[in-house]
């Protein structure tokens, strides 16, 4: 019953916290700004660089690990790779 | 004993010596291949890549088995890794001196140990690139490609070697490499 109402509480909080990366995510338009939402998120930043104008960043959380690819124009994930 | 297996080549009085086991022209010629693979042909982003890198690894290390316990010209004790001799040998060839040696000739030899060498750091920092700890840290990746162009480096340097000694010693590598033998041009004194 306990295990019941935690996943129903998971079920309802969890849209509230996305944590979850996925494409056309919005993650912003500056290389700080995107760096500090994937940190918010709980992702370490390993290693980001600019790539044919895009953000390009990799990420790393628990044992999973993306290489994330953000518009600098519309600040959406435009692909992600997970490795 | 097909080891010391004299022959006629055809030559008049060539010597043809079975030099090179299966083992060791599989291992090279399979190297060869996962080495154009991954460097050219293969996604570096891929699974593949990662499978034929460790098959690359895994091909020296078999060889570095066979190097201890293999037949006669391919074990580590006839090519010592050996800087001086190769110094030595490399002021013979200027001097003009032409003896033939049946497994790799000291500065063969120490292109050999640096290419398994190369291979096995290129192999490990790829795996490491592949660990949550190393994952995007920019020395292991800087690493790897360092070492691969160093291997691109080595390779061009171990073909025009090859091209340079058949040259020298009249012995036709790269055939030897495929059949096995070495012919060796019957002037030639053999070390």
Not at chain 2, 1 to 12: A, C, D, Q, R
């Given at each position: 019953m306990k295990k019941m109402i935690i996943l129903g509480v998971l079920a309802f909080a969890s849209p509230a916290f996305a944590t979850e990366l996925t494409t056309n995510m919005v993650?912003?338009?500056?290389?700080?700004?995107?760096q500090k939402k994937l940190t918010d998120m709980g992702y370490q930043v390993r290693k980001s660089e600019m790539e044919h104008g895009d953000i390009e960043i990799y990420v790393v959380k628990g044992s999973k690990k993306f290489e994330v690819y953000v518009s600098m124009e519309t600040g959406k994930i435009t692909r992600l790779k997970s490795r | 004993?097909?080891?010391?297996?004299?022959?006629?080549?055809?030559?008049?009085g060539a010597r043809s010596l079975v030099v090179w086991d299966p083992l060791v022209r599989l291992i090279h010629w399979s190297l060869a291949l996962s080495i154009l693979l991954n460097g050219v042909v293969v996604d570096?982003?891929?699974?593949?890549?990662?499978?034929i890198g460790y098959v690359a690894v895994g091909l020296?290390?078999?060889?570095?088995?066979?190097?201890?316990?293999?037949?006669?010209?391919?074990?580590?004790?006839?090519?010592?890794?050996?800087?001086?001799?190769?110094?030595?040998?490399?002021?013979?060839?200027?001097?003009?001196?032409?003896?033939?040696?049946?497994s790799h000739n000291p500065l063969g030899a120490l292109m050999v140990y640096n290419i398994w060498a190369t291979v096995i750091?290129?192999?490990?920092?790829?795996?490491?690139?592949?660990?949550?700890?190393?994952?995007?840290i920019e020395?292991?990746?800087?690493?790897?490609?360092?070492?691969?162009?160093?291997?691109?480096?080595?390779?061009?340097?171990?073909?025009?070697?090859?091209?340079?000694?058949?040259?020298?010693?009249?012995?036709?590598?790269?055939?030897?490499?495929?059949?096995?033998?070495?012919?060796?041009?019957?002037?030639?004194?053999?070390?």
């Open positions: 993650l912003g338009t500056g290389m700080a700004e995107v | 004993m097909p080891m010391n297996n004299t022959m006629n080549s055809g030559h008049s570096e982003d891929g699974n593949l890549h990662k499978w020296v290390g078999v060889r570095f088995v066979w190097g201890a316990v293999g037949t006669k010209y391919a074990r580590f004790s006839v090519f010592p890794l050996n800087p001086v001799a190769a110094l030595k040998h490399l002021t013979a060839i200027l001097k003009g001196v032409d003896t033939v040696h049946l750091v290129i192999g490990l920092t790829g795996y490491m690139m592949g660990t949550i700890r190393f994952f995007g020395w292991v990746e800087k690493a790897h490609e360092i070492a691969f162009s160093w291997l691109l480096v080595s390779i061009a340097l171990h073909v025009g070697g090859v091209i340079f000694d058949t040259w020298r010693s009249g012995v036709p590598l790269v055939r030897a490499m495929i059949n096995g033998r070495k012919r060796i041009p019957k002037d030639r004194t053999v070390n």
